[in-house]
């Protein structure tokens, strides 16, 4: 009975599990025939990603009805313990969690469970405890069923191979659970209920095979809002394009993307940026990051938000109010801000950890343009976690002098890291024409408490704080500052997300919270503006250069005729923002009227009005499908130019 049970008892469990995915589909999945081919998929999804843990539940069915007292004992434990020690290859796909503690001890334990309830299914107490067994085996079932649902609120659109651990542990503990409680009920299915039971498995399989007309609907979207529907798709789309989406070479010195010999105008066309006749060599230039600081927390968007010394530069300066980073997380964003190419385009070796990696020798930054032109050039920032000591490497390129501050996540003698920046970066003021880059770090979560009153008080409360907290620092280095002989650009590296979409912090998603960032730039001379095009934050420093010495136009016009121009010519002009992961690749390209969200794996494109929805929380396909129609193209041209221009590569992560 019990080998019966099992044997019944996976299939059910597998399509289950694929019911609970469906409830992650957005609202526009909801007529009939889309969910009908949503649930298609992603059975089949649920087929390929439970196939091997299946195959052992067979293997413990056939231990249950071959084999006699011990030797069944020892499958049994044997075989409980394998499905632990599967899930866990499963999770270390993504190699860091290979070294967690945590998660060793969660599979040690995992591995007891499972042992325990594969043996119990074999001995004969189970006929002597139904009672027990019945509690047990439904309490698991809900149990399973309740994580599989609830997973999806912890670390959401990041490790995705957690996510699919976690699926397929809940696949063999709800096989498990429903095997034990039919056992005990020594459950018996008729001769129609088995007829119905196949029925049933052959309508699921047909409909997981067959391409039915809202099919080509139902995939894109599986694979974006499911684990299981992202695991098969991410599967079939390494199969056809795995060197351009997770390629470990680096790419051909002969580029298959033509530059764009009208790179300039067309940068000069679309960047956002405003005609200046200004001569660079005239002033310093000052680049201010701020880290993880989105657009619409400060003074910019709201008169009465915490960075009042923002507000008074941009009074004098140009303020772009739809200004996007490069990318969502550190490494990517500056890399490319510092190499002033597209982040596809810069010379980057990632490691499995994307935030992690380097920026290329050989690869010339702005920061090499200025200093071969003559410029004193020097670095003071944080090194938050051992960010730039320990997780990047080649931002440094051009750069004289780096002076680094240390910060622990919530250590309590490095709350002042910000003072300590604002005091080493004014001591470092050269009297010569300088490059210089100052890197404030108070927003990056956790968000300290700075006074009593904010202990209790939620994250966005205390993020406001660390940003009055971060601007007061601007203030003293502002007044330390000559405004009249400077060129101040203050910009956020990267943006913060506080639970929309259902994530937090950044470097999951490359929707509005996570990309658009403040960008003040204070020419002296220059007729204070607002500007309400998009912009990059990767187009400031070729936009300067181009007013510089020979060496450093050279360098910007080298940039946009074979990265910028290239970008711009195949996407009409887009702005365009990337997230480069090995397991979620996507990408904003934003236009003055549009801004699309388009995810690389699943090839699904979701179009916003930036006017209207500035937050990005109404997808325009169903409700304006002219504009959804206008966008694929351009996605699609937007995969193809990188894919013919990419310069990243994935590498094994460094100690």
């Given amino acids: 009975m019990p080998a019966r049970a099992l044997l019944f008892s996976a299939p059910v469990a597998a399509v289950a599990l694929a019911l609970l995915e469906l409830t992650r589909l957005p609202a526009e999945a909801a007529p009939p025939a889309r969910l009908l081919a949503s649930l298609g998929y992603l059975v089949r999804s649920a087929a390929s990603s439970f196939l091997v843990p299946a195959l052992v539940l067979g293997l413990t069915a056939l231990a249950l009805v071959s084999l006699k007292d011990r030797a069944r004992l020892a499958a049994l434990i044997g075989l409980g313990v394998a499905q632990s020690a599967l899930a866990r290859e499963v999770l270390i796909e993504y190699p860091p ?26 001995t004969p107490r189970l006929a002597r405890h139904r009672r027990a067994a019945l509690g047990v085996g439904l309490a698991l079932a809900v149990a399973c069923l309740a994580v599989a649902r609830a997973h999806y609120v912890v670390y959401v659109g990041q490790y995705p191979t957690l996510h699919l651990c976690v699926l397929q542990l809940c696949f063999v503990g709800l096989t498990l659970g429903l095997a034990l409680a039919i056992s005990a009920r020594e459950a018996r299915v008729g001769r129609r209920g088995r007829a119905a039971l196949v ?45 351009h989406l997770l390629p470990s070479a680096l790419p051909s010195h002969e580029r298959a993307l033509a530059p764009d010999d009208d790179g300039r105008a067309r940068f000069e066309r679309h960047s956002g940026l405003p005609e200046a006749t200004f001569a660079l060599s005239d002033f310093d230039v000052l680049l201010v990051l701020v880290d993880a600081t989105r ?15 923002l507000a008074r530069l941009a009074q004098g300066a140009q303020t772009f109010t739809r200004a996007y ?39 010339e930054t702005a920061a090499e343009a200025m200093r071969a032109a003559g410029r004193r050039t020097f670095w003071v920032g944080h090194d938050h976690e051992g960010c730039f000591s320990r997780n990047i490497a080649g931002l440094d390129q051009g750069f004289e002098t780096v002076q680094l501050v240390p910060e622990e996540r919530g250590e309590p003698a490095h709350a002042d890291v910000d003072a300590r920046i604002a005091d080493l970066a004014i001591a470092a003021l050269p009297d010569a024409r300088h490059f210089g880059l100052v890197f404030f770090v108070s927003p990056h979560d956790d968000y300290r408490a700075r006074d009593a009153g904010l202990e209790a008080a939620d994250d966005e409360a205390r993020y406001d704080a660390e940003l009055a907290y971060f601007d007061a620092q601007l203030a003293r280095l502002l007044a ?132 209207q929805d500035p937050m990005q929380r109404h997808d325009l396909r169903e409700a304006r499908p002219a504009l959804y129609d206008a966008a694929v193209p351009l996605a699609r041209a937007y995969r193809r130019v990188r894919f013919d221009g990419r310069r990243f590569r994935f590498i094994e992560a460094t100690p």
């Fill in 295 to 309: 657009f619409d927390r400060t003074s910019l968007a709201r008169p009465d938000g915490p960075t009042p010394a």
């Fill in 480 to 611: 330390a500052v000559d405004l009249d002989e400077t060129v101040v650009i203050v910009a956020g590296d990267h943006g913060e997300a506080f639970g929309e979409r259902g994530h937090r912090h950044h470097l999951s998603s490359v929707h509005a919270e996570q990309v658009h960032v403040p960008l003040v730039v204070h020419v002296p001379g220059m007729r204070p503006a607002v500007h309400e095009a998009p912009t990059s934050t990767a187009y400031v420093l070729p936009w300067l250069l181009l007013r510089g010495e020979p060496e450093e136009r050279a360098a910007a016009e080298r940039v946009l005729r074979e990265d910028i121009g290239p970008m711009l010519r195949a996407t009409d002009g887009a702005v365009v923002s990337e997230m480069i992961g090995q397991r979620r690749q996507e990408a904003a390209l934003a236009w003055p009227d549009r801004t699309v969200i388009y995810d690389v794996f699943a090839d699904l494109v979701r179009v916003y009005d930036p006017l």
């Fill in 325 to 363: 980073a490069p990318s969502n997380g550190t490494f990517p964003s500056v890399a490319a801000m510092l190499a002033m190419a597209p982040v596809s385009f810069a010379e980057l070796d990632v490691e499995p950890r994307f935030w992690r990696g380097r920026l290329r020798e050989g690869r």
């Fill in 199 to 243: 029925a049933a498995a052959a309508c699921l399989a047909v409909l997981a095979v067959l391409e039915l007309p809202s099919s080509a609907w139902a995939r894109p979207v599986a694979i974006a809002y499911t684990e299981l529907g992202r695991a098969h798709g991410v599967a079939q789309a390494l199969d056809r394009d795995r060197d």
């Fill in 97 to 122: 969690f290979a070294h967690s503690l945590l998660a060793t001890a969660g599979f040690v334990l995992a591995a007891l469970a499972l042992a325990g309830l594969h043996a119990w299914l074999g």
